[in-house]
């Protein structure tokens, strides 16, 4: 998917307001960190093509039967998860969670081989520690700005609220931009809660707008308590210059496992590529085939699949998005070692 590149004085409003909000998102980090090391001290304690064998595990390590172990979100996110675990069993073994911070803190104590999770927490504790790899990122867009009464043209809620999750976050960063490139800084405000809250507050009318993760969004906007003004990769080609994607969910690792895991995650890197592709072409059969397992009805799973944007560019495309993504979040570029060799 290609967007044409945007210049001029909206662009240069989006882009300056993005600076000015790094120091929320440093600030971010940091509380991120302090949560991420919190959970971890309490929980202390041949080919990569497609063939019937099975990668090796780490040599000499006597684990050679042992499937890998994925940690992954309950989320429309997780969709290619859930298709791998249930086409690869012998392979691959998932485990669903709620607490993001709790699982990276398993990920590091070694009781889980890969970690499907936000970008942001990944990126953070690479940050803070240098101890995970990315090894692949899917999923760029999953939400979608959601307002109470139907509207085209957001200078209709000028006096009203928008919500986004917690100061400082993406979404709050991406918000006083995309306000800023409209020239609506000074007459929308934005408010915080976390999604479920939110979605009530506009279900409710006691909200103008708030930007929903899917099948949040979906869920609303079938059962006409929201209605989709943009979906995130729309509103985030418009403040980045051009480009949609911005990262949302990766799979990460730890470092040390890099050497003897490299051939098992390309393998699953060429795996979910091509899940992805057929997920795009057909989300209506991912969706009959993994509703039950998120607890929404197909339709809704349906219609979030629609909406969120999967991809698997390559390499050299991801590391490029990733910098420019940090960029204008006024986040440091990452190192070549952020990212592990999955070519």
Do not use: K
Request: aromatic share 8%; hydrophobic share 45%.
């Amino acid at each position: 998917m290609t967007y044409s590149q945007r210049s001029g004085p909206q662009a240069g409003r989006a882009s300056t307001l993005i600076r000015h909000g790094a120091g929320r998102v440093a600030r971010t980090i940091v509380a991120l960190c302090m949560l991420v090391m919190v959970a971890i001290a309490a929980g202390a304690t041949g080919t990569v093509e497609e063939s019937a064998e099975r990668a090796p595990r780490a040599p000499g390590s006597g684990e050679a039967s042992r499937p890998l172990t994925i940690l992954y979100p309950q989320a429309i996110a997780s969709v290619p998860v859930l298709e791998l675990l249930a086409r690869y069993p012998d392979e691959y073994r998932g485990e669903s969670f709620n607490d993001h911070a709790q699982a990276l803190a398993r990920l590091i104590n070694g009781e889980a081989d890969l970690l499907f999770t936000g970008f942001t927490l990944g990126y953070t504790r690479y940050a803070s520690a240098g101890d995970l790899v990315h090894v692949m990122t899917p999923v760029w867009g999953a939400s979608a700005l959601m307002t109470a009464r139907q509207t085209d043209d957001l200078s209709s809620l000028a006096g009203g609220t928008i919500y986004a999750p917690f100061e400082g976050s993406p979404i709050d960063v991406y918000l006083r931009a995309l306000l800023d490139a409209r020239g609506l800084s000074g007459s929308i405000r934005i408010a915080y809660a976390p999604f479920p809250q939110a979605a009530a507050l506009v279900a409710e009318g006691r909200a103008d707008a708030a930007v929903l993760v899917e099948p949040i969004a979906s869920r609303l906007e079938i059962a006409g308590q929201a209605f989709r003004y943009h979906n995130i990769q729309d509103g985030w080609a418009e403040v980045s210059g051009g480009e949609p994607r911005s990262p949302q969910v990766s799979f990460f690792a730890r470092r040390r496992d890099a050497a003897a895991r490299e051939i098992e995650w390309t393998l699953l890197v060429r795996r979910v590529a091509a899940l992805v592709e057929e997920l795009t072409a057909d989300p209506a059969r991912f969706a009959a085939d993994h509703a039950e397992a998120l607890g929404f009805p197909a339709p809704v799973v349906e219609r979030a699949l629609q909406n969120a944007l999967f991809d698997a560019p390559d390499a050299g495309e991801t590391v490029r998005i990733i910098a420019e993504y940090n960029r204008v979040m006024g986040l440091a570029s990452p190192s070549p070692e952020f990212y592990a060799s999955v070519e």
